[in-house]
């Protein structure tokens, strides 16, 4: 599994190198949103509630580790890919 998302990270920075900025945007997105709930299903994290935005989603996710979560904003991470991908 380390193995895929290594290359799915290369491929992110390959796309960005020859300026396919919008398929390295799908990727990242899609990477944060895997990871986010391999973390939540390997920590037993609770699902998003109908009142919970997709940004406090993976906020409370990454909060099982506070040194991430500390040094990143995934959820505003997330947010700005997506504004980014749909404008």
Avoid at 27 to 41: G, K, Y
Wanted: proline content about 1%; some cysteine; glycine content about 6%.
């Amino acid at each position: 599994m380390l193995r895929w998302g290594l290359d799915k990270a290369a491929d992110t920075c390959r796309l960005l190198r020859v300026g396919l900025t919008f398929g390295a945007l799908v990727l990242a997105r899609a990477q944060l949103e895997r990871w986010t709930l391999n973390v939540a299903a390997h920590h037993k994290v609770a699902a998003m509630t109908d009142t919970e935005s997709t940004a406090d989603y993976i906020r409370r996710v990454w909060s099982v580790y506070p040194q991430v979560s500390e040094s990143i904003d995934l959820g505003l991470a997330w947010g700005e890919l997506s504004e980014w991908l749909h404008g």
